[in-house]
C-alpha cells in the first residue's frame, strides 16, 4: 500500500518529465524538485547491487576531459590514428592531476603538435602495457573525451582500480614516460539529428562514451538531438565529469536533462537515493511507443546484467534482457558499449 501510494504521489512530477520528453522543459536548472517527487520511488522500489562489482565492462575503464589548458590554436595536417594495420604508437606523458583520491588527470602529447588524435563519435583507443614480471601484455580501451577536434594531445582521467593492472601502471607513470596505444575502435558511429532522443543510462566510468557522445551533439549547432542522462555512482565525489555535465544542462536545458544517483549519498544530496531502478526509468525516459529513439549503456558488469542484459562479446550485442525489456523497449532501441 505504501508503494502505491508514493507512485501515486509522484504522478505529477511523472507527467512533468514526460512532457520533457516529449516537447522540452520551458527552463532549466535543478532538476531537486523532480526528485522531490520521484526520490521515494527511487529507494522504495528497490534496486540492484552493482557498484562494487568487478570493475571490468565492455565500455571503457577510464573518464577524459581537456578542462585544465585549452586547445592549441593550429590547423590540422594529420592524424595520429588511422586503425587498420598501423599498429602500436607510444605516446609521451606530459602532464598529471589529481582528480580525487582514485581518479588522476593525464595528458598525453601527439607525435605531432598539429595533429588530431583521428578517433570519431564513438570510438575508443587500446593501450598496451608489459611489465618485467609478466608473461603477456595487459590491453585496455579507454575513451579520450577531449575533443575530436583537438590538435596536439589527448586527455584521459582514469581511475584505480584494485588489482587493475593497467589503471595502477597508469597511476605510477611519470611525466616524460610513454605509453603505447592502438585505435581507434569504433564504437556507435553517430551523425546529426541520427535519432530524435537519446537515453545514457551509465554506471561509474561507463560516463566515458556518453560524455563524448553528449559534447559532439551539443558542440553541433545543426544537431537537436535531445539527452537524458542517468547516472549512477557509490558517492558523490566518485561522479566524474559532473561540472561538465552540469554546464552542459544549464546551457541547453530544454534538450538536456540529467538525473544523478547515489548509492551512499550525503545528507544534504537532494537526488536519486540508492540504485537506478525500473520505476526511475519508466518516469524519466521516452516511452517506447516514441518516435526514433536509442537507449545507451555503459557501466558495470552489473549494471548490464539488471538493465539490458550483458554482451557476449564486444562485435556481440546479444539480447535485450532485464529492466528496458520490461519497460517494452525492442533489442533495435538499445545499444550496449
Known amino acids: 500500500m505504501f508503494t502505491r501510494?508514493?507512485?501515486?504521489?509522484?504522478?505529477?512530477?511523472?507527467?512533468?518529465?514526460?512532457?520533457?520528453?516529449?516537447?522540452?522543459?520551458?527552463?532549466?536548472?535543478?532538476?531537486?524538485?523532480?526528485?522531490?517527487?520521484?526520490?521515494?520511488?527511487?529507494?522504495?522500489?528497490?534496486?540492484?547491487?552493482?557498484?562494487?562489482?568487478?570493475?571490468?565492462f565492455s565500455g571503457v575503464e577510464g573518464v577524459s576531459t581537456s578542462e585544465s589548458q585549452p586547445a592549441k590554436a593550429l590547423t590540422p595536417k594529420g592524424k595520429?590514428?588511422?586503425?587498420?594495420?598501423?599498429?602500436?604508437?607510444?605516446?609521451?606523458?606530459?602532464?598529471?592531476?589529481?582528480?580525487?583520491?582514485?581518479?588522476?588527470?593525464?595528458?598525453?602529447?601527439?607525435p605531432n603538435e598539429d595533429d588530431l588524435s583521428g578517433l570519431q563519435v564513438a570510438s575508443a583507443l587500446l593501450t598496451k602495457y608489459k611489465g618485467p614480471e609478466m608473461e603477456k601484455p595487459v590491453i585496455r580501451p579507454y575513451t579520450p573525451t577531449s575533443d575530436e577536434g583537438t590538435v596536439g594531445y589527448i586527455d584521459l582521467i582514469?581511475?584505480?582500480?584494485?588489482?587493475?593492472?593497467?589503471?595502477?601502471?597508469?597511476?605510477?607513470?611519470?611525466?616524460?614516460?610513454?605509453?603505447?596505444?592502438?585505435?581507434?575502435?569504433?564504437?556507435?558511429?553517430?551523425?546529426?539529428?541520427?535519432?530524435?532522443?537519446?537515453?545514457?543510462?551509465?554506471?561509474?566510468?561507463?560516463?566515458?562514451?556518453?560524455?563524448?557522445?553528449?559534447?559532439?551533439?551539443f558542440s553541433n549547432p545543426n544537431d537537436?538531438?535531445?539527452?537524458?542522462?542517468v547516472f549512477g555512482n557509490l558517492t558523490e565525489d566518485d561522479i566524474l565529469l559532473k561540472k561538465e555535465l552540469e554546464e552542459l544542462e544549464n546551457t541547453y536545458p530544454q534538450r538536456f536533462r540529467s538525473f544523478y544517483v547515489l548509492d551512499h549519498p550525503?545528507?544534504?544530496?537532494?537526488?536519486?537515493?540508492?540504485?537506478?531502478?525500473?520505476?526511475?526509468?519508466?518516469?524519466?525516459?521516452?516511452?517506447p511507443k516514441e518516435e526514433n529513439i536509442k537507449v545507451f549503456v555503459c557501466g558495470p558488469p552489473g549494471l548490464y546484467k539488471a538493465i539490458s542484459g550483458t554482451k557476449p562479446s564486444p562485435a556481440d550485442q546479444g539480447e535485450l534482457t532485464g529492466i528496458l525489456k520490461e519497460l517494452g523497449y525492442s533489442k533495435e532501441q538499445v545499444y550496449k558499449f
Request: hydrophobic residues 30%; proline residues 7%; charged residues 20%.
Open 266 to 287: 550525503p545528507d544534504s544530496w537532494t537526488q536519486g537515493k540508492g540504485h537506478i531502478t525500473k520505476e526511475l526509468l519508466k518516469t524519466v525516459m521516452p516511452e
Open 224 to 229: 537537436k538531438t535531445k539527452v537524458t542522462l
Open 5 to 56: 501510494q508514493v507512485f501515486r504521489s509522484a504522478q505529477p512530477i511523472r507527467n512533468g518529465i514526460r512532457r520533457y520528453a516529449t516537447e522540452g522543459p520551458s527552463s532549466g536548472g535543478s532538476n531537486t524538485l523532480l526528485y522531490a517527487g520521484i526520490g521515494a520511488v527511487v529507494v522504495g522500489a528497490g534496486g540492484y547491487y552493482y557498484y562494487t562489482s568487478k570493475p571490468q
Open 80 to 110: 595520429t590514428f588511422t586503425g587498420g594495420d598501423q599498429g602500436w604508437i607510444d605516446l609521451k606523458l606530459e602532464h598529471v592531476e589529481r582528480v580525487n583520491s582514485n581518479v588522476k588527470k593525464f595528458r598525453f602529447k601527439l
Open 158 to 217: 582514469i581511475k584505480k582500480y584494485p588489482n587493475g593492472p593497467m589503471s595502477t601502471h597508469l597511476h605510477d607513470m611519470e611525466p616524460d614516460q610513454r605509453l603505447s596505444f592502438k585505435g581507434p575502435i569504433p564504437k556507435y558511429p553517430w551523425s546529426e539529428n541520427k535519432h530524435n532522443h537519446i537515453t545514457l543510462i551509465a554506471g561509474g566510468t561507463g560516463i566515458t562514451p556518453m560524455y563524448q557522445l553528449t559534447r559532439a551533439i
